[in-house]
């Protein structure tokens, strides 16, 4: 396993900017402000991933799409310089107050609560390894709580929630504009953006990816007679019926349409179809996701399996699926939110 060494001098950046269509087909305003707002970013961050997520809110309200650049820049300094800068501003602050369907979410974590771990050899880059040099972290993978072992400053901070009570997301409905549509408490009606700055310490943000576009046809086989029901049950578990427990505060199921389809078929979760996704995730804190993972037996089922086919001495040591794993622990001020 491979992972990444991050600059300790100034903090890195995760900018998520999403771009909704209601509809499954953008309008020809929607089309113009994505191909806008692509000449804008892809020229500064570091590395963006561009996806694409079934849905407007979550994999419960799955009507509509909604395109996300997933932008990672070296230092906030780099982040800022393109931010502030007259096109951007423009461009943003001129968007449509209503119906433009624009939002974004800014991270700005220290390198000591960030760990990144990846199974892919060079050449091939993923997420925060495009921030910095990799580096071996053989010693600090495949056992349980691994991740909090790779963030340095897990030796003096346990990066507990200060919220002691279950959170429990509140979302709008799709179909706000029916008179009879339900609206949830501090869910608000009236037009124009909410911009939040303060969040309760120790949010984790989680990013993991999978990609099976470099596979055989013999580990394609070897997947789906061993692992695919299993990761399909795992993700729905996951993302369909949080209970508030969980810690589960958003999660987002996101997939490059250009990787192509990994399967005929189609599942209850469309996006685990292709061959390169990424799934997004906030939870109330880092123990939360810890628990889940452990907590869900055929998860836990699957994790064996898989670390023993691949391995040194599986059947599939030699084998091309990509992964990685991103996990941050974020402090209140570091989290930034508009939509």
Known sequence: ?????????????????????????????????????????????????????????????????????????????????????????????????????????????????????????????????????????ADKSGYWGCYRQRMAASTGDRFTTPIKRDLVPQRPSLDTNKADAPVPDGIRRQ?????????????????????????????????FEHFDQSVNTWMADLVLTPGPDTGMLDSRLCFAPESGRFRTGSTALPALDYHKKVQLFYFKDLRHMERVGRSNKGHAALRSRFMAAYGPDGEMSAGSIGLWVETTVLKGHEMEYER
């Open 191 to 223: 037009p124009g953006r909410v911009h939040l700055t303060q969040f309760p310490d120790n949010i984790c943000f989680v990013v993991e990816g999978q990609d099976h576009s470099r596979i055989s046809e013999a580990e394609k086989a070897y997947w």
């Open 1 to 137: 396993m491979w992972g990444v060494k991050l600059s300790t001098t100034e903090p890195f950046v995760y900018s998520i900017f999403g771009l909704q269509s209601p509809s499954d087909q953008p309008t020809v305003q929607q089309e113009a402000l994505r191909a806008q707002f692509d000449s804008l970013i892809t020229p500064h961050a570091t590395h963006i991933d561009r996806l694409l997520q079934n849905g407007c809110t979550t994999a419960q309200q799955p009507t509509g799409k909604t395109v996300i650049w997933l932008g990672y820049w070296a230092t906030r300094t780099q982040y800022l310089n393109w931010w502030t800068s007259s096109a951007v501003q423009t461009f943003w602050t001129t968007l449509p107050a209503t119906d433009a369907g624009m939002w974004r979410e800014i991270l700005t974590p220290d390198a000591s609560r960030t760990q990144y771990g990846t199974n892919e050899p060079d050449p091939h880059r993923t997420g925060l390894g495009h921030l910095g040099p990799r580096m071996s972290i």
